[in-house]
């Protein structure tokens, strides 16, 4: 990513457009064919560059003067009947399309662990909960297949911005074509590999930006919804999943026994940033007339630096979701916290089912798990200890198999088409 981003990157992008531009005007006999060697012979050195653009202060002057006094007099057909919007909008667009192809190949190196884990623990059995608290059982398989649908999606919508983002335009001043016919412009974006930005002003339509970047919050909004709950799961309380910790790994300068979970919390900080840079992004839609570059400055922080977080910020959950350790047993302990009160909603159909009302069945059911969750019995005891359940549903031990919360839960699977890993 960062060579991607880099000032020899960016130079050989806009020296590759300027080639491939002198080359369809010679197609069209406004550059002379024996021109083309010195043109293709073009260098550029970056420190020059930099010295240059000092005096001139415009970083595509500065580029150009340094190309051509590689070239000799041949310079005079290069950038011909072209706006700097046309280079620099053209080659952002190969460092875009470059950029999300490496953020999709790490979100599949983390969706197949996230696929490996539910696989994994298909059947491992926990507490599911809602508003934080315990509410019925689900297996921490089930948890994580959640993840990999929404990592699905993301590649989804990766691959959609990748396609609206690799579009540049050779249109001129403006963008009307009066200096740069679009039979140039054809040829320099099928020799790039790019769409052609249809109407374009003098510059490419940042809706096209705006939503490459949203893409890239969203994207970093399913990491975080990952790293969080995992942050949750690790709690000392909880205690039921952790992330990786070096054998020499330190949790905190004061106190040796912690062990935070240090990179999750730092991919969700990392995703506010992201959520940030979407809202710039959106701001630069709207421009003066046909150009201003009120947006160049942002674009030039902003898209360079939320590449490399997500892209970073996907390389680090899978570090964290290959390296994950679960706790199946810590599992099943919180779940049965509370003599099984997670099983409530089983033993108030089976009330109701008998012929009890529903508000008479609710307030039985809700003041044994009461009682059992402040420390007065367990709520299946409670239950068992009283005369109208037993009357009505006497042995109640089918109300309290947690197989009957899994009957379903191949039915995402197949879904997800997550069969078994050989």
């Known amino acids: 990513m960062r060579e991607i981003w880099s000032d020899q990157r960016r130079f050989e992008h806009w020296l590759r457009i300027e080639i491939l531009a002198c080359e369809a005007w010679a197609e069209q006999g406004r550059v002379p064919a024996e021109a083309?060697?010195?043109?293709?012979?073009?260098?550029?050195?970056?420190a020059k560059i930099a010295e240059?653009?000092?005096?001139?202060?415009?970083?595509?002057?500065?580029?150009?003067?340094?190309?051509?006094?590689?070239i000799g007099p041949e310079a005079r057909y290069v950038h011909l009947g072209m706006t700097s919007s046309d280079?620099?909008?053209?080659?952002f667009a190969l460092q875009l399309r470059d950029s999300i192809d490496l953020i999709v190949a790490d979100f599949a190196k983390l969706r197949n662990a996230a696929e490996d884990l539910a696989i994994k623990h298909r059947k491992t059995l926990m507490a599911g909960r809602t508003h934080g608290i315990h509410a019925e059982p689900i297996t921490f398989g089930f948890k994580v297949a959640g993840w990999v649908a929404e990592l699905q999606r993301s590649e989804k919508r990766l691959a959609g911005a990748r396609f609206e983002i690799a579009y540049g335009r050779l249109s001129g001043a403006v963008g009307t074509h009066a200096t740069l016919p679009p039979t140039v412009e054809r040829r320099v974006m099928t020799g790039l590999g790019l769409g052609i930005d249809a109407a374009g002003t003098q510059v490419v339509s940042r809706d096209r930006h705006a939503q490459f970047m949203t893409t890239l919050a969203v994207a970093a909004g399913t990491l975080e919804r990952i790293a969080l709950e995992i942050?949750?799961?690790?709690?000392?309380?909880?205690?039921?999943?952790?992330?990786?910790?070096?054998?020499?790994?330190?949790?905190?300068?004061?106190?040796?026994?912690?062990?935070?979970?240090?990179?999750?919390?730092?991919v969700c900080g990392l995703a506010r940033v992201v959520r940030g840079y979407a809202a710039t992004a959106l701001e630069n839609m709207a421009l003066w007339h046909e150009r201003d570059i009120?947006?160049?400055?942002?674009?030039?922080?902003?898209?360079?630096?939320a590449c490399a977080l997500v892209d970073y910020m996907a390389i680090q959950m899978h570090k964290v979701l290959a390296g994950l350790e679960v706790h199946p047993e810590r599992m099943l302990q919180n779940l049965n916290a509370g003599g099984g009160v997670v099983f409530s909603q089983r033993v108030l159909l089976a009330l109701v089912d008998s012929g009890m009302s529903r508000d008479d069945a609710y307030r039985v059911v809700q003041s044994a798990a009461m009682r059992a969750l402040s420390g007065d019995g367990g709520f299946r005891s409670n239950l068992e200890a009283d005369p109208a359940v037993?009357?009505?549903?006497?042995?109640?031990?089918?109300?309290?198999?947690?197989?009957?919360?899994?009957?379903?839960?191949?039915?995402?699977?197949?879904?997800?088409?997550l069969g078994v890993r050989k």
């Open 36 to 46: 083309l060697p010195a043109i293709r012979r073009a260098r550029f050195d970056i």
């Open 390 to 417: 037993r009357e009505r549903l006497g042995n109640v031990d089918s109300l309290f198999d947690p197989g009957h919360y899994l009957e379903h839960i191949d039915e995402v699977f197949d879904r997800l088409n």
């Open 231 to 266: 942050r949750h799961l690790q709690r000392t309380e909880v205690g039921e999943a952790f992330e990786p910790f070096g054998r020499e790994q330190k949790g905190s300068s004061a106190m040796p026994h912690k062990r935070n979970p240090v990179l999750t919390e730092r």
């Open 294 to 305: 009120s947006h160049s400055s942002a674009e030039r922080v902003v898209f360079p630096d």
């Open 52 to 70: 240059v653009e000092e005096r001139v202060g415009h970083d595509v002057i500065a580029f150009l003067t340094v190309i051509g006094e590689s």
């Open 87 to 91: 280079v620099l909008d053209t080659a």
